[in-house]
């Protein structure tokens, strides 16, 4: 039976890169986001703005004073992506387009 040879070292850590922006600088930077198959959204709580791109066509939606704090998505299209608020859940059909 071989020796155990020593563990080599571990590589440095590199810096990760930002994240892509998929939506317009005007809305800043996102207090939420996240994304499932080919659906990502962003929510912009300052703004009342939530940024949904579905297959490469992005929207953005008023909130209003709502308060997304999740997300989900079932399949079948836009009326399945659904978002959590402290008042129930609501549908992105629900909110009114920028």
């Given amino acids: ?3 155990m040879k020593p563990m080599k070292p571990m590589e440095p ?3 990760m890169k930002p994240a892509e922006r998929w939506w317009s ?3 800043g930077e996102p207090t ?3 994304s499932e198959n080919d659906t990502r959204y962003a929510y912009f709580a300052s703004k ?4 949904v791109d579905q297959g490469g066509k992005v929207t953005v939606y008023k909130t ?3 308060k997304i ?3 989900s998505q079932s399949q079948g299209g836009s009326s399945s992506l659904r978002f959590s608020t402290g008042d129930g859940t609501i ?3 629900d909110l009114e387009s920028a």
Avoid: T, W
């Fill in 13 to 15: 850590m590199k810096e």
């Fill in 25 to 27: 600088p005007e809305l």
């Fill in 1 to 3: 039976m071989e020796p």
């Fill in 69 to 71: 704090d999740g997300f």
């Fill in 48 to 51: 009342q703005r939530l940024a």
């Fill in 64 to 66: 209003g004073d709502r």
């Fill in 91 to 93: 549908g992105v059909d």
């Fill in 32 to 34: 939420s986001a996240g």
